[in-house]
């Protein structure tokens, strides 16, 4: 016979199963589905006021000390994020945990705007053939605007480079070639003008060195529709990844070099790279493409795959894969990482 104290204990298992959603009726158990999403928009779909805040909350995180008292004092939080980038630069690219490692380091840059900088507009992407398509060239994009983007070309002549830099050796200072021949200049006017940056160029080399470009379009195909296109009819996660993602050091670039090495400057650097503020409209570009593929198909979303190293034994990557991002915030796996609609993420891209 039913005791009568078993029947709240029945109202009880029920009720936590409303809350937490049955195992069987749910094929993927993971991270809570997001009540809100926010959307992200290309940077000149933002308004103005937001563009100046966006702007103000990167120069706000430029001015902030690091969070991690152990690193020299004159590194800036905004730095912090290229030390993370840096210090596990090897793991996470040319692997297939390339684009949930990007995914979660934007949005852990783009909680820091929010949370220390009181940014609350849309987090802004690159949409690349918008400048690519046409004919005028790319250093004439809004990205570069001096008051309403983030500042112009480098200024030709004002930057010497190390001499001991060597920009080759995956390891070392890795730059992505053209390296050598440009003629990286600091970009001296606009939002991020004289700068002192004070990581890199490189892994193995910290000096104070001003934000430097030198915008090109040795790699604009890759940032036409024509290519995008290509990348999106990808039938699986691997040769999704591989077709965005170039090979580092083989020369045989993709969409993800064409715009590092379109902006150039410390921009190509492999580590330290998130040096350029630019980089993380890049890569939120690329996330977005991976969003959308993610969601071109049924069955995409967590849809994962490819090495997970680039040296042997490669691995294969799944979903309980983890990635590290140092010091900057704890692992998270990359089944975490596969749905932005789902905690902490939150987000969606506009079209
Ligand atoms: C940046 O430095 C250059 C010279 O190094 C100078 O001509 C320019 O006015 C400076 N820009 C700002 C905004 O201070
Ligand atoms: C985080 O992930 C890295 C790389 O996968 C691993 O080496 C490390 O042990 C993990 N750290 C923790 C605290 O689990
Ligand atoms: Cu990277």
Same mark, same amino acid.
């Given at each position: 016979m039913l005791s009568r104290a078993f029947l709240p204990l029945l109202f009880l298992v029920w009720l936590l199963a409303v809350a937490y959603g049955s195992p069987a009726a749910d094929p993927h158990p993971g991270p809570r589905k997001c009540a809100k999403v926010r959307l992200r928009r290309e940077w000149r779909d933002l308004r103005v006021t937001d563009k100046h805040a966006f702007i103000r909350a990167v120069r706000c995180l430029q001015s902030l000390p690091a969070k991690? !008292? @152990? *690193?020299?004092?004159?590194?800036t939080r905004y730095e912090e994020f290229v030390v993370s980038h840096t210090a596990v630069g090897d793991a996470i690219h040319?692997?297939?945990q390339f684009l949930p490692w990007h995914r979660h380091f934007v949005f852990l840059y783009e909680t820091a705007l929010r949370e220390e900088c009181g940014y609350q507009g849309p987090f802004p992407f690159w949409d690349w053939p918008r400048d690519? =398509?046409?004919?005028?060239? *790319?250093?004439?994009?809004?990205?570069?605007?001096p008051v309403t983007g983030f500042g112009p070309d480098g200024t030709p002549g004002t930057f010497t480079m190390l001499?001991?830099?060597?920009?080759?050796?995956p390891g070392s200072n890795? %730059?992505?070639?053209? %390296? !050598?021949?440009l003629p990286w200049g600091c970009? $001296? @006017?606009?939002? %991020? #003008?004289n700068l002192t940056l004070h990581?890199?160029?490189?892994?193995t080399q910290n000096f104070d060195h001003c934000l430097t470009r030198a915008i090109?379009? +040795?790699?604009? =195909?890759?940032?036409k529709t024509s290519n995008i296109n290509k990348i999106l009819a990808q039938k699986d996660y691997d040769s999704f990844w591989n077709s965005l993602d170039g090979r580092p050091f083989k020369v045989e670039w993709a969409l993800h070099e064409g715009g590092h090495v379109g902006i150039n400057? =410390?921009? $190509?650097? &492999? &580590? $330290? +790279?998130?040096?350029?503020? *630019?980089f993380y409209l890049h890569h939120s570009g690329l996330d977005r493409l991976w969003w959308k593929w993610q969601h071109g198909?049924?069955?995409?979303?967590r849809e994962v795959g490819g090495? +997970?190293? !680039?040296?042997?034994? %490669?691995g294969k990557v799944t979903h309980s894969f983890e990635i590290s991002f140092e010091d900057l915030s704890p692992n998270v796996t990359v089944g975490e990482a596969? =749905? $932005? #609609?789902?905690?902490? &993420?939150?987000y969606a891209y506009s079209y």
């Open positions: 991690d !008292t @152990s *690193l020299p004092k004159k590194i040319g692997v297939g690519a =398509d046409g004919i005028k060239p *790319l250093k004439e994009s809004p990205l570069f605007d001499p001991n830099s060597d920009p080759h050796v890795a %730059f992505l070639p053209p %390296f !050598t021949s970009v $001296t @006017s606009g939002p %991020f #003008a990581l890199g160029p490189g892994r090109q379009e +040795s790699l604009r =195909d890759l940032l400057g =410390d921009m $190509t650097n &492999y &580590y $330290t +790279s998130p040096n350029e503020p *630019l198909r049924p069955g995409r979303l090495r +997970s190293s !680039t040296l042997p034994p %490669f596969m =749905d $932005t #609609a789902c905690e902490p &993420y939150c």
